[in-house]
């Protein structure tokens, strides 16, 4: 017994090497604040390679007590000149201004790539559970790995951004982003991940789920992630929740789902003080817009006041 636990140790520490030992190389994207460690092509077991890309605060060292922000599609987060549309989220412009002006505490956000992948990779995988049988009967729930994404964060990236930089690492300064899928995924993980992650930001999440699949029901499966979201959120205002939606185009169908959404948090006890729900007129779903408002989310999760 003694020597099977030693080999299934050494297989894990094995395991473990190859992206502990991975270094940083010249990020493809440039930054007006702070600086970037690019990780190109970050293996893991679970889902396939991506890169990671960090972003420190100006004059961080290593070992500096900061907080950690998980953002997902990493490649649109800093530079406009790297990305498919030429937008960025400016979160490097806006987290240093904040952190400069002393409304948020310091950060590091950890800026993960998506893939082609993506809709699968960030669809919340155990939702299907509170959809009823004879309305998934002919989806392949299999296709959606949002469970493998949140280990591959969880146990892999994380432990490489800890090991690395030793910032903060409970839960109450561990939070974790996104928009759209990413805003669904980002709400799926601090469901199934509590002890992980303090807060998430979830801003022009999809909880319409219409994927314009004659397939899927995507009412079905709209009622079915708020089900399961009512059923698996932590215990209310134990952690931070701020979700918005602009006015506008597909954000512009996502009120009467966001509505359903915050009346049934609102149901669960959750006060202002721990869940924001915004809506933002005249906007629409691009990054454009989500860099205009993300010193909302910011400031939600990350107040200074709360040092």
Same mark, same amino acid.
């Given at each position: 017994?003694?020597?099977?636990?030693?080999?299934?140790?050494?297989?894990? @520490?094995?395991?473990?090497?190859?992206?502990?030992?991975?270094?940083?190389? /010249?990020?493809?994207?440039?930054?007006?604040?702070?600086?970037?460690?690019?990780?190109?092509?970050?293996?893991?077991?679970?889902?396939?390679?991506?890169?990671?890309?960090?972003?420190?605060?100006?004059?961080?060292?290593?070992?500096?007590?900061?907080?950690?922000?998980? @953002?997902?599609?990493?490649?649109?987060?800093?530079?406009?000149?790297?990305?498919?549309?030429?937008?960025? %989220?400016?979160?490097?412009?806006?987290?240093?201004?904040?952190?400069?002006?002393?409304?948020?505490?310091? #950060?590091?956000?950890?800026?993960?790539?998506?893939?082609?992948?993506?809709?699968?990779?960030?669809? +919340?995988?155990?939702?299907?559970?509170?959809?009823?049988? $004879?309305?998934?009967?002919?989806?392949?729930?299999?296709?959606?790995?949002?469970?493998?994404?949140?280990?591959?964060?969880?146990?892999?990236?994380?432990?490489?951004?800890?090991?690395?930089?030793? +910032?903060?690492?409970?839960? /109450?300064?561990?939070?974790?982003?996104?928009?759209?899928?990413?805003?669904?995924?980002?709400?799926?993980?601090? #469901?199934?991940?509590?002890?992980?992650?303090?807060?998430?930001? #979830?801003?022009?999440?999809?909880?319409?789920?219409?994927?314009?699949? +004659?397939?899927?029901?995507?009412?079905? %499966?709209?009622?079915?992630?708020?089900?399961?979201?009512?059923?698996?959120?932590?215990?209310?205002?134990?952690?931070?929740?701020?979700?918005?939606?602009?006015?506008?185009?597909?954000?512009?169908?996502?009120?009467?789902?966001?509505?359903?959404?915050?009346?049934?948090?609102?149901?669960?006890?959750?006060?202002?003080?721990?869940? $924001?729900?915004?809506?933002?007129?005249?906007?629409?779903?691009?990054?454009?817009? %989500?860099?205009?408002?993300?010193?909302?989310?910011?400031?939600?999760?990350?107040?200074?006041?709360?040092?």
């Amino acid at each position: 017994m003694k020597i099977n636990a030693m080999l299934i140790v050494l297989a894990m @520490m094995c395991s473990f090497v190859p992206i502990l030992a991975q270094e940083p190389i /010249e990020a493809p994207q440039q930054v007006r604040a702070g600086r970037l460690e690019f990780f190109p092509q970050f293996k893991s077991q679970f889902v396939e390679a991506r890169n990671v890309t960090v972003w420190l605060p100006d004059g961080y060292v290593v070992g500096e007590p900061c907080d950690v922000l998980y @953002m997902h599609d990493g490649q649109m987060l800093f530079d406009a000149t790297t990305t498919w549309n030429k937008q960025e %989220w400016k979160v490097d412009e806006v987290m240093g201004r904040l952190i400069t002006e002393d409304k948020v505490r310091r #950060c590091i956000v950890v800026g993960v790539d998506n893939t082609k992948n993506r809709l699968n990779d960030y669809f +919340p995988t155990k939702c299907y559970e509170y959809v009823p049988e $004879e309305l998934r009967k002919d989806v392949d729930v299999s296709v959606y790995k949002g469970d493998e994404y949140l280990r591959f964060l969880v146990e892999e990236v994380k432990p490489f951004i800890d090991n690395r930089y030793k +910032p903060l690492t409970t839960r /109450e300064h561990t939070f974790v982003m996104g928009s759209s899928m990413g805003g669904l995924i980002s709400m799926y993980a601090l #469901c199934e991940y509590p002890q992980v992650f303090g807060g998430a930001v #979830c801003m022009s999440t999809h909880l319409s789920m219409n994927f314009f699949n +004659p397939k899927f029901n995507s009412e079905a %499966w709209a009622k079915g992630f708020r089900d399961y979201v009512k059923a698996k959120l932590p215990a209310a205002n134990t952690r931070l929740i701020y979700m918005d939606r602009g006015d506008v185009e597909l954000d512009g169908t996502y009120g009467t789902y966001q509505y359903s959404m915050d009346k049934m948090l609102q149901g669960l006890g959750w006060d202002s003080d721990h869940f $924001e729900s915004l809506i933002f007129e005249g906007h629409q779903h691009m990054e454009i817009y %989500w860099a205009q408002r993300l010193n909302y989310p910011l400031m939600f999760i990350l107040s200074a006041k709360n040092k």
